[in-house]
């Protein structure tokens, strides 16, 4: 029988990637989203516009689903800070509306919750505590509501098509956009902040890994490595081959100091980071000079 999996938010960096690797999988694949198809989409996939707080809509989709993928959310710390109501509205109600809409169809074998790394540190931002309510939210749902629901604190992702020109975009995604047009790589802060990277690939695989398998209600995501952001600025330097200027700025509102996954779930499911930093940069990089 084939298997079926709904994507909400399947138009996004990380969603368009995870609906490629279901494809690939075999899946027949359904996404839900509020913008429509992105170019270069899977063929064979069917793409519903819908907005965040409306996958009521699109209820009569679950009723034939396996697993059910909700990646959409309102992203960025920077960004919640500014606008918490947005952020708190579209992140939590989003969230309950898909449950709502599972609940009582016994094919949905897993939903599985794009949460954040966000959620860890002293210091906390609207866009954190909306991943860290929604663990909460899916954990309700679970206990007493009967539906199976996997929660992935997703680290620092990063890889191809990821939107650089954004002000909320991620580190990586600014640090390749700048060696590309030849401007300084900028740094928040001293750059002594870590991150843990990981590869949008290892991502997907960690993630229908977490459906498919018998995962616990949360997980982190990611390599289990810590990488300054000034030594990851030194690191794009060499992978683009190109002596950049380093410039150091003001911290933003919000930022973590430490920041790495704990991967001993992930690896209970049998999984392994397969990209290393520089491989997943050199690919990213690759990918982003053939545009």
């Not at 909400?8 to 990637?17: A, K, M, Q």
């Not at 690939?24 to 965040?52: C, M, N």
């Not at 047009?181 to 590869?199: A, K, M, N």
């Amino acid at each position: 029988m084939e298997k079926t999996a709904v994507v909400v938010g399947g138009c996004g960096f990380i969603g368009l990637h995870l609906v490629e690797g279901l494809v690939e999988r075999g899946y027949k694949v359904q996404v839900l989203d509020r913008v429509g198809p992105p170019k270069g989409s899977p063929e064979g996939v069917e793409f519903t516009r819908v907005g965040l707080t409306e996958a009521f809509t699109g209820r009569r989709r679950f009723l034939e689903a396996d697993y059910v993928f909700h990646l959409a959310a309102l992203v960025g710390v920077d960004r919640s800070v500014k606008s918490p109501r947005e952020t708190f509205g579209s992140n939590v109600q989003g969230l309950i509306s898909v449950l709502e809409a599972c609940k009582g169809y016994d094919r949905v074998k897993k939903v599985v919750f794009a949460s954040s790394a966000a959620v860890y540190g002293p210091e906390h931002s609207p866009y954190s505590w909306s991943k860290h309510l929604g663990e909460d939210i899916c954990e309700y749902y679970r206990r007493y509501l009967g539906i199976p629901v996997a929660c992935l604190r997703f680290f620092n992702v990063y890889g191809p098509r990821q939107d650089s020109e954004s002000q909320y975009s991620a580190v990586v995604a600014k640090f390749l956009r700048n060696a590309l047009e030849g401007h300084p790589l900028v740094v928040h802060g001293t750059g002594s902040q870590s991150r843990d990277f990981i590869y949008v690939k290892d991502v997907v695989e960690a993630t229908i890994e977490s459906a498919e398998g018998k995962s616990p209600s949360i997980l982190d995501v990611g390599t289990g490595v810590e990488t300054s952001v000034s030594e990851l600025a030194y690191l794009v330097k060499r992978v683009v081959g190109q002596d950049l200027e380093i410039v150091y700025s003001s911290p933003r509102e919000g930022d973590l100091q430490e920041s790495r996954a704990s991967i001993s779930g992930l690896q209970e499911l049998g999984f392994r980071p397969r990209y290393s930093l520089e491989e997943g940069l050199k690919e990213t990089w690759e990918w982003l000079v053939r545009q």
